[in-house]
């Protein structure tokens, strides 16, 4: 295969490395790489494959990099080649992180549930947390956290006297088309079965399911999935919950018991609280929601830290509500940004 046009020139570092590749493929030979070749082809894989992380640290460097090509994991760390790891993800808005205690709530639990010792106390790694954000110099975007099991065998089990990891990632965090918001999303009904509840309940970095799930949709040529469990109730979305406004005018949410307690939506059924007393809802419910009553809902909406409150119009071939974006998703968008803001869970970052 030839190298795309593009990238001919071989001033380029993916020039250069698809010119060693090409030379290395024709001599036949496996070139044995010196430490700093390694860090050169580091940085030549990020140049061509760019990406938009800002600063990391890493509990096994004992420090932050902001260079993208310095930002790895030793190959033998378990949540590498076994998925023992688990993880989180805050926003960073206006130089503030929002809502981070909920999340470092269920980043522990998520570690007990996995069995992960912890590296430190939550205290260090909240400290961690804000220094490196602090350090990338972002005021807005994403903050995303893992602790492994560590590195040190190719076993199941954690290897004897391995350090756990932890990391930290800051980068500008993902981003949905305008179209969601304006126009409204469609999804379908994964054909990929529900994850079992205790692994659903857990933020591991096992994301096989979730991940089938996005593909499949790409795929069909719309924009998620949504799992059902095996009652025939409605689940969640890839990354992401789903509610509902009921005929009657109620918000309803899936139990927690069996998908993942979304930060955004425990904050979401509070927020709610107040478009009940201004008769925007007529209540809000937690409980099963079985798909045919889902599907005869008046709105459907996608909630999550990174989409925030989107919403749905379209599921499988049947049109949700008027087809068309509810006020309840765009009420309960304007009072999630307003918490993000202006809110009581907001830290400050210090740059
Ligand atoms: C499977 C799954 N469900 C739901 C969510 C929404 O959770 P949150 O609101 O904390 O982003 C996420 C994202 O973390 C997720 O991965």
Redesign the pocket.
Same mark, same amino acid.
């Given at each position: 295969m030839s190298p795309p046009a593009a990238n001919h020139n071989p001033a380029t570092p993916h020039a250069r490395a698809v010119v060693q590749f090409a030379a290395m493929r024709a001599s036949g030979t496996l070139p044995i790489l010196t430490a700093e070749e390694v860090v050169s082809r580091l940085g030549a894989l990020r140049a061509r494959q760019p990406v938009t992380f800002r600063a990391f640290y890493s509990s096994q460097l004992g420090g932050i990099v902001t260079d993208p090509a310095l930002m790895v994991l030793p190959f033998d760390d378990h949540m590498v080649h076994r998925g023992h790891g688990i993880f989180?993800?805050a926003g960073l808005v206006d130089g503030k992180i929002y809502d981070l205690e909920?999340?470092l709530d269920?980043f522990l639990l998520s570690a007990e549930r996995s069995k992960l010792r912890l590296p430190a106390s939550r205290a260090e790694m909240r400290d961690v947390i804000i220094k490196t954000t602090g350090v990338s110099g972002r005021r807005d975007g994403s903050i995303r956290y893992w602790l492994s099991s560590g590195p040190g065998s190719l076993d199941l089990t954690p290897a004897t006297g391995a350090e756990p990891g932890f990391f930290v990632m800051i980068f500008d965090g993902l981003s949905y088309p305008a179209r969601w918001y304006t126009d409204g999303l469609k999804v379908m009904t994964t054909t990929y079965p529900i994850k079992a509840p205790l692994y659903?309940v857990t933020?591991a970095t096992n994301?096989l399911p &979730?991940v089938l799930m996005q593909m499949e949709a790409k795929e069909a040529g719309v924009d998620n999935g949504v799992f059902i469990d095996a009652e025939g109730n409605v689940g969640? @979305?890839? &990354?992401? &919950?789903v509610a509902f406004v009921t005929g009657g005018g109620a918000l309803v949410h899936p139990k927690f018991d069996h998908?993942?307690?979304?930060?955004?939506?425990?904050?979401l059924l509070e927020l709610a609280r107040g478009l009940v007393d201004r008769g925007v809802l007529a209540g809000i419910e937690v409980r099963d929601i079985p798909v045919a009553e889902a599907r005869a809902s008046r709105e459907m909406l996608l909630?999550?830290? @990174?989409v925030k409150v989107a919403p749905i119009v379209r599921w499988d071939s049947q049109a949700i509500g008027d087809g068309r974006p509810g006020p309840v998703a765009n009420a309960l968008l304007g009072l999630l940004e307003e918490d993000m803001r202006s809110g009581d869970r907001l830290i400050p970052v210090p740059y």
């Open positions: 989180d993800t909920a999340h269920r659903a933020k994301y &979730n969640e @979305s890839s &990354n992401m &919950n998908i993942l307690a979304g930060c955004t939506s425990l904050r909630v999550g830290s @990174s």
